[in-house]
């Protein structure tokens, strides 16, 4: 079936460092959505790309799709405290059903 | 207020019984989600509703059981059959269920089974 993998699975960054994580499936997707999760939390919506190699941006945060559409990145610059929490991928493919990736989970030291 | 209720949010109980998990929704969402979340692990989808009375199996069903009798509820069962019952549990929503809409979580309940 299909598979959605995410890396890093852990970053450490100093505050003011950028971040990056990266998500690639296995089949090509119609579309990819990115979710945040706080600790304690629950996955929050960010954003949904739909289009071949198409670029979001929200504030400090950078979402590109692939041209091939299998794979994503999330890039955010210059980190805060307030980005703390973990970043899943999910992607919509073949199964007809949203298949998360792994998740990377994000640690910012002050 | 709109939005997804799961209760409660901590529940504890002893092998071998079955124990159900509330799931209510006050978006008029058509779709609902079960998942499951392991420590450090990503979201595995247990059972999925697009529409009422309609339910599905995702990629780790057995041992769950779920029903969709209103469009506002989708309560999960994890019963005994289930190995290794211990996590977190989150339920979602959408307008319909498919790819291009958003899901919206509930709280999750943090399931301990001793």
């Known amino acids: 079936g299909q598979q959605v993998m995410q890396i890093p699975q852990y970053q450490h960054v100093q505050e003011g460092e950028d971040f990056t994580t990266y998500c690639n499936s296995s089949?090509?997707?119609?579309?990819i959505q990115w979710y945040k999760q706080r600790p304690g939390g629950h996955p929050v919506f960010l954003i949904q790309?739909?289009?071949?190699?198409e670029v979001k941006k929200q504030k400090r945060l950078t979402f590109q799709f692939g041209e091939a559409k299998k794979n994503s990145s999330l890039h955010i610059t210059a980190t805060q405290t307030t980005d703390v929490g973990t970043y899943f991928c999910a992607g919509w493919g073949a199964g007809n059903m949203l298949t998360f990736g792994g998740g990377t989970r994000l640690m910012v030291k002050p | 207020d709109g939005g997804i209720t799961q209760s409660p949010k901590y529940l504890f109980r002893k092998e071998g019984q079955n124990v159900t998990l509330s799931c209510e929704q006050n978006l008029n969402h058509d779709a609902m989600y079960w998942y499951r979340q392991d420590p450090g692990q990503g979201l595995r989808l247990i059972y999925y509703?697009?529409?009422?009375?309609?339910?599905q199996k995702g990629d780790i069903a057995e041992g769950y059981s779920v029903s969709r009798e209103k469009k506002e509820s989708f309560p999960l069962t994890v019963t005994s059959a289930q190995k290794n019952p211990t996590a977190f549990y989150l339920c979602a929503s959408s307008e319909q269920g498919i790819g291009y809409n958003e899901q919206f979580f509930g709280p999750g309940t943090r399931l301990t089974v001793l």
């Open positions: 509703s697009q529409i009422v009375n309609d339910f």
């Open positions: 790309l739909v289009k071949s190699g």
């Open positions: 089949t090509t997707l119609s579309n």
